[in-house]
């Protein structure tokens, strides 16, 4: 027992806030104490599935009417039981074309999204702040990624192509951050300090019970010794 006064807690003074870009990227890919993943992780897969619906919508709705009308066209000489088996063969005809252009357009627009918003959120979360050059490059990025199997030119047309649509992106998700009162950034940030300062309060209120006690325990084992001392002098 007279070891464990001296001691030293068995808890440490809770880590400060990333400080450096690796350690905020580090820490965008690991969950939290309540086992849920930073925002801006869980916001990157939320466009990377509405930009998969966005392009089945927009590929599939163009070849769904193309291929129903081609196919009424096309069968003017067929023969069909009854008006509604002749409808139902239409849009059995519109429903394949439906799924096979719009798997086509919805993984592309779903990899282009998301290569762009990791890109993106990647330099906003490393340089601890959000800018409009941060979507220009990730547009560049992902625009020339996708066009440089095409050789040089592709590339060329991609990086060009990339910036154009990731300044007024990157414009107008600042403008919605802005209107929100921070942008997504400076809520991380502010998260991240109201978060340590309240576990350093906690740290510090245990350090102080801890010390307290061990100072009672102190107290009370120095008590016993002091009386043995007085009867040995006594004797």
């Not at 990647?122 to 066009?147: D, M, P, Q």
């Amino acid at each position: 027992m007279a070891a464990a006064v001296g001691a030293p807690p068995q808890f440490g003074r809770p880590a400060p806030p990333p400080q450096t870009g690796w350690e905020r990227l580090s820490e965008l890919w690991r969950r939290d104490e309540r086992q849920r993943y930073p925002e801006e992780t869980v916001n990157i897969a939320k466009s990377a599935f509405t930009g998969g619906v966005v392009g089945w919508v927009y590929g599939g709705l163009p070849a769904f009417y193309q291929a129903r009308r081609a196919f009424i066209e096309g069968s003017q000489g067929e023969l069909f039981q009854n008006r509604a088996d002749a409808v139902q063969s239409a849009h059995r005809a519109g429903l394949r074309s439906f799924i096979r252009y719009g798997w086509r357009w919805s993984w592309r627009v779903a990899a282009f999204v998301t290569i762009f918003n990791t890109v993106s959120t990647g330099l906003s979360v490393y340089r601890n702040k959000t800018t409009i050059g941060n979507f220009a490059s990730a547009g560049a990025f992902t625009g020339a990624l996708f066009r440089m199997h095409l050789g040089l030119q592709g590339l060329a047309g991609g990086f060009v192509f990339g910036t154009a649509f990731g300044i007024p992106a990157g414009g107008l998700l600042m403008m919605m951050q802005k209107l929100a009162g921070e942008t997504l950034q400076e809520k991380r940030n502010r998260e991240r300090r109201e978060l340590y300062e309240q576990k350093l309060a906690e740290w510090q209120s245990r350090l102080s019970v801890m010390n307290v006690l061990g100072e009672m325990e102190g107290n009370t084992q120095e008590g016993p010794e002091t009386e043995g001392a007085r009867e040995s002098r006594s004797d």
